[in-house]
């Protein structure tokens, strides 16, 4: 807790911390945070204070009708505290005030705008920036609600130059710490809250909240400081570039041949023809495509040997056949503007019996900029027992067991998936051949590939 040296004496600073969060209110600080916007009236205040470091928020306004008012940090603002010797922490806060607003999709959005505020300041990079959970969220709600919002939060902030905190009761910022948050600033003054009874102190903790208070005429809250966080003095305005997620999808549609309004979280049908069927899902969050990603995309680029890999082994693709279709999905990303992101792959048979191959691309940066929401695009190929080449008949195949490779018809399933992940890769790129649009332009491309002995299958 940061208090006065050990003395051997169960003091009042001592009893009080036992038996309460906020433990002695009269205690010394070196900082506070407020929504007020500073003038140098206040600052010279809080220098006669003894205090050397000041939260303020990145955006929003506080109460409502005629005693409205902003609360966001303005560059004025921090030139004049920062003249007068003190430093800053940012705070980011526009809602959060019922258990409703924390979804992974919010925490994602709010990152999103804190990121771009912050950088627009000039705070430098792996600032700390605190995210509020300003209510007593019970024990049980937490991992349904927060730890989303949380893990949100922190995929929003990996591609930008800042570091994810929480400011929350201890019980939150206990969650917290465990699923990664860098810092937690501990709302320990509201002592009553259910998630400061009981709880220890996270050890990641930076800034603890005690009590409130005016200096002058200025609210504020009184905060402890553990020297984890010393704050910022030094700003340099820098531009942090976003780019909507719908002009993305619109953009990705237009790739496949579709030029359609976007709407998310519908399948959009691409080829349906007797031997397949390919699909597009647009989804506006993460949240619904939990697995572990297998390919990351990185400055435009696949993880070509994660890829090949996965050819190699799950796809049995062999040979030539796996530098081309790398070739090809590294052609697909530069297309399609995909800067970062990255790519998971499953197989399996849907409820219909049918065999049933999906990627799912999370795009993260496109063209260079942090997308403003999530996005992901799902392409779902599923493949029908028919006459596709030469009369060959691809017969139906447990397509589990022979991803296990413990299946003796091996060559039928390499075959089958060899033709799906090359239209996967074709359908991407938004082929238009002349052959006769989409649907013939994927198939056409796959009989070249198997013809040429592109494709070497076992």
Known sequence: ?????????????????????????????IALDTSAQLTDKDIANFKRYG?????????????????????????DELERITDAGLRVFPIYEDGGYE??????????????????KAAE???????????????DIQDGDIEGTVVPYMRGIIDALKLSPYEPGIYGTRNVCLHGEEVGMKYSFVADMSYGWSGNLGFRMPTNWAFDQFTE????STDIDQVAASGKDAGVNKFVPQLYGTISYR??????????GKSVSVEFNKKLELVNIPSLKI???????????????????SNGKLDSISFASWLQTSGHIKGNGVDTLVNE????????????????????????????LKFTCHILKAEGKQLDNELSVVITFTSRPTDLFNGTKIPNVDVPKLVTQSQTNTNAWAILTGILVVTAVSAFVGLSISTGGTAAGLLYLAQKLFSSGALAVE
């Open 279 to 297: 699909s597009v899902e647009l989804v506006n969050s993460l949240s619904v495509a939990d697995e572990t990603p297998a390919i990351t995309i």
């Open 51 to 75: 205090f050397s470091v000041v939260g303020r928020y990145l955006t929003g306004s506080v109460g409502t009708g005629a005693s409205k008012r902003s609360k966001y940090l303005t560059s």
């Open 213 to 216: 208070y005016p200096i002058g």
């Open 329 to 356: 999905a590294n052609k697909v990303i530069s297309s399609a503007g995909i800067t970062e992101g990255n790519v998971a792959m499953e197989v399996s048979i849907n409820n219909s019996g049918e065999s049933e």
């Open 99 to 116: 258990i409703e607003y924390f979804s992974r999709n919010r925490g994602y959005q709010d990152g999103i705008t804190a990121a771009k």
């Open 121 to 135: 300041l000039g705070f430098p990079s792996k600032t700390t920036i605190y995210f509020a959970v300003d209510v």
């Open 1 to 29: 807790m940061n208090l006065p040296p050990f003395t051997g004496k169960s003091d009042l600073s001592v009893i009080k911390g036992l038996l309460t969060s906020n433990g002695n209110t009269d205690r010394d600080s």
């Open 247 to 256: 002009e993305v999808a619109a953009d990705v549609l237009k790739g496949l």
